[in-house]
Nanobody, 122 residues
Framework: QVQLVESGGGLVQAGGSLRLSCAAS?????MGWFRQAPGKERQFVAA????????YSADSVKGRFTLLIDNTKNTVYLQMNSLKPEDTAVYYC??????????????????WGQGTQVTVSS
């Protein structure tokens, strides 16, 4: 069983930046980030496929959020710039054992972090 430990959430003003980190205790094929706002479904944010280094991101965050990878620490970072109030949510790190299929669906992920709150004030 792989454990995912997140850190880095907090409160920031609109236009500001935050960096979330997710450290995995073991090997995964895919690392992803999702977010969930109150009363809404869990939403895909970004994903990284270790084999080949391909990244995927939601249209709503393209150009603002970036995935950063530290192979030596088995850690994936979500660098969030130009934050907007609508980015406010609990952010979850997720991992998959296998590649393939949809990286956008939370149901395809095997491991989940505890979640970290990101609040963007206007």
């Amino acid at each position: 069983q792989v454990q995912l430990v997140e850190s880095g959430g907090g409160l920031v003003q609109a236009g500001g930046s935050l960096r979330l980190s997710c450290a995995a205790s073991g090997r995964t094929s895919v690392m992803g980030w999702f977010r969930q706002a109150p009363g809404k479904e869990r939403q895909f944010v970004a994903a990284f496929v270790w084999s080949g280094g391909t990244t995927y991101s939601a249209d709503s965050v393209k150009g603002r959020f970036t995935l950063l990878i530290d192979n030596t620490k088995n850690t994936v970072y979500l660098q969030m710039n130009s934050l907007k109030p609508e980015d406010t949510a609990v952010y979850y790190c997720a991992g998959r054992r296998l590649m393939g299929g949809s990286y956008y669906s939370p149901g395809t992920y095997d491991y989940w972090g505890q979640g970290t709150q990101v609040t963007v004030s206007s």
